[in-house]
């Protein structure tokens, strides 16, 4: 509730250092800013999908050319994750439509920057923690904690924010 006089709040003078903790060479580039802080979880993916694959190809029953699959590559799977970015921007019915050559439903930038099959191929491997490591004590998050705990410690490493922190409830639903 408002009211004319409020009560200032006591607190211990902080101590700390603020601002950003690395050095970005070209802070005006989006692409660097960006990369300086997602670059390792790529790899990261790379390495877990590439681990999944070599892990479960002997279980697999499908055909012998998805199991000569090549690895994937951190810069396939910096496409892979802006296509996807991508598809949240261009709605289509269905994930073969984003590669159809339909004049009325086509879209070339996709079919320019990977191919369908190689998309579904990643999308089929697309894993984020090995699950040899998975036991009956893991938890529900087990799948995605890797990548939780990248994006804790990176920005917390990243940025050291001010004593003073504003959160808006218009942000909590994102």
């Known amino acids: ?4 006089t409020d009560k200032k709040q006591s607190s211990e003078p902080f101590l700390g250092t603020t601002g950003l903790n690395i ?3 070209n802070p005006e580039s989006v692409a660097e800013v960006v990369s300086s802080i997602i670059d390792d979880l790529i790899l ?3 390495e877990q999908s590439n681990l999944y694959h ?3 190809a002997e279980n697999w029953k499908v055909s012998p050319k ?3 699959l090549s690895n994937i590559i951190p810069e396939e799977m910096k496409k ?3 296509l996807i970015i991508l598809m949240g921007q261009v709605r289509n019915e269905n994930i073969r439509d984003y590669w159809s050559t339909d004049p009325t439903v086509s879209t070339p930038i996709f079919s320019h920057t990977m191919s369908r099959n190689r998309f579904e191929s990643i999308w089929q491997l697309w894993h984020f923690s090995d699950n040899r490591q998975q036991t009956q004590d893991s938890g529900r998050l087990f799948k995605i904690w890797p990548v939780y705990e990248y994006f804790v410690q990176k920005f917390r490493s990243v940025c050291s ?3 003073e ?3 808006d409830e218009a942000m909590i639903p994102w």
């Not at 509730?1 to 004319?4: A, E, L, R, V």
């Open 66 to 68: 998805t199991l000569k």
């Open 80 to 82: 892979f994750l802006g």
């Open 54 to 56: 070599s892990q479960s």
């Open 161 to 163: 924010p001010k004593q």
């Open 1 to 4: 509730m408002w009211c004319k």
């Open 165 to 167: 922190l504003s959160l």
């Open 44 to 46: 990261l993916l790379t």
């Open 23 to 25: 050095v970005i060479d």
